[in-house]
């Protein structure tokens, strides 16, 4: 299987448009949105593939970008669709000792993760475990919550637990807080089971890994709890 590229250096990108100023020609800046969201999924398409030709596809996705700015301009929208990217390297930077950044890519065959600590090299594993599978757990757990179903929900953890955390363990021990950016139907599954993996440790759930870097940044700059 190739390898995916890092989730936060070219897709997890997200825009995200107001209309209320832009009544006038809301028809047409939703088109744009649209077309760039296209290229955007072509581009995350070919990088999960392992797709090394990716230059015309970012190519696109930049022309994509600035027709829709101009579409958002004619509307009275000042748009930016340039998303922030940070590397591994700056992801390790705002990690502090005893963190580590788990970003899950989902496919079709499995679950890539990869782990970030501060100052650490990037690890990654890949978990087999079918879409498939994944999908049909999220949506049991999802029933059995509702119920609740207390013996159906501990089945599934044990199951979640032994498919999906075990196998982590070696990339977040030892570790006391595990930030997780799930993806797709992951973020639908108990990502608290990670906890098992490290004992003592407390997950938290973030968008993205840029989404994290951005938090990190300006707690940095902030008033913000440290433990932010």
Not at 57 to 83: I, Q, Y
Request: glycine residues 8%; contains cysteine.
């Amino acid at each position: 299987m190739k390898a995916p590229l890092w989730n936060g250096s070219v897709c997890q990108s997200t825009v995200c448009i107001s209309l209320s100023n832009a009544a006038a020609d809301a028809a047409g800046l939703q088109a744009a949105a649209r077309v760039y969201r296209t290229a955007q999924v072509r581009l995350e398409v070919a990088a999960a593939d392992g797709d090394i030709g990716l230059g015309p596809l970012l190519d696109d996705l930049a022309a994509r970008g600035d027709e829709l700015r101009d579409a958002a301009a004619n509307g009275g929208v000042a748009l930016a669709v340039t998303p922030p990217v940070f590397s591994a390297a700056d992801l390790a930077e705002r990690l502090r000792p005893g963190e580590v950044l788990i970003d899950l890519f989902s496919l079709s065959e499995g679950v890539v993760a990869t782990a970030v600590r501060a100052g650490g090299v990037p690890q990654t594993r890949f978990v087999h475990w079918p879409r498939s599978d994944r999908v049909t757990l999220a949506a049991q757990w999802q029933e059995a919550a509702t119920a609740p179903d207390p013996a159906a929900l501990d089945t599934l953890y044990l199951e979640l637990r032994s498919r999906f955390a075990e196998p982590l363990a070696p990339l977040i021990s030892p570790c006391g807080r595990v930030y997780v950016c799930p993806q797709c139907e992951l973020s639908h599954l108990p990502l608290a089971v990670l906890e098992d993996a490290a004992p003592g440790a407390c997950v938290s759930v973030v968008p993205s890994p840029a989404a994290f870097a951005l938090l990190r940044r300006r707690a940095a700059g902030s008033r913000w709890p440290s433990g932010t």
